[in-house]
């Protein structure tokens, strides 16, 4: 399934996935830090959703409360419920 998130309270204003069967795929960040999230997305590829919501929700950046990697989570966790509540 194709996702799109609109991220909140930080630097990124775009995430783009794929979630099939659980695995993470074709990940791109529009906006932010490009190395950075560059570099997570490329990391992403073809994990569990699962283990990058461990791995990243809470990740906070600076003084924020959230970052790119902990709105990828809420983004992963969004895309999850969504497919939930189709398959219902």
């Given at each position: 399934?194709?996702?799109?998130?609109?991220?909140?309270?930080?630097?990124?204003?775009?995430?783009?996935?794929?979630?099939?069967?659980?695995?993470?795929?074709?990940?791109?960040?529009?906006?932010?830090?490009?190395?950075?999230l560059q570099g997570i997305a490329r990391l992403a590829e073809g994990m569990p959703a699962d283990e990058l919501i461990?791995?990243?929700?809470?990740?906070?950046?600076?003084?924020?409360?959230?970052?790119?990697?902990?709105?990828?989570?809420?983004?992963?966790?969004?895309?999850?419920?969504?497919?939930?509540?189709?398959?219902?």
């Amino acid at each position: 399934m194709k996702c799109s998130y609109r991220p909140q309270g930080v630097c990124s204003q775009q995430i783009t996935f794929d979630l099939t069967d659980g695995i993470v795929r074709e990940v791109q960040f529009y906006g932010g830090c490009p190395g950075n999230l560059q570099g997570i997305a490329r990391l992403a590829e073809g994990m569990p959703a699962d283990e990058l919501i461990a791995r990243l929700q809470g990740i906070q950046c600076g003084g924020k409360p959230t970052s790119c990697p902990d709105q990828f989570a809420k983004a992963l966790l969004a895309a999850k419920q969504k497919i939930k509540e189709e398959n219902s």
